[in-house]
C-alpha cells in the first residue's frame, strides 16, 4: 500500500472521530485543518508538507504525533486547543 499523496488539501472544520491516520501522506500544495476537530489521537508521523500547514484553531483531544514529519513552508498552529 503506497501512502497517500493529496495536492490542495483542505480539512477545514472537519470532525475525526477516533483515530486520525495521516502517518507518510504527502501534502504537495497548501494542508488546511483549520478549526478541525480530533476526538481521538491523530498520527502525522513521517507526513511531508511541501506548502503552508494550517492548524489554526485545531482540536486535539488525544495526542498529536508529528514525530519525523517534514515541513518545507510555514507551519501554522496558532490558536489550537489542547484539551
Known sequence: M???HF???RFDGAQFAGMARFGGA???GIARFGG???SGDAYFSEAQFAGIAGFGGTQFS???YF???QFSSDARF???GLQ
Open 7 to 9: 495536492g490542495m488539501a
Open 67 to 69: 514525530g519525523e514529519a
Open 36 to 38: 478541525a476537530q480530533f
Open 2 to 4: 503506497t501512502d497517500p
Open 62 to 64: 488525544g495526542d498529536a
Open 26 to 28: 504527502r501534502f504537495s
Open 78 to 80: 496558532t490558536g489550537h
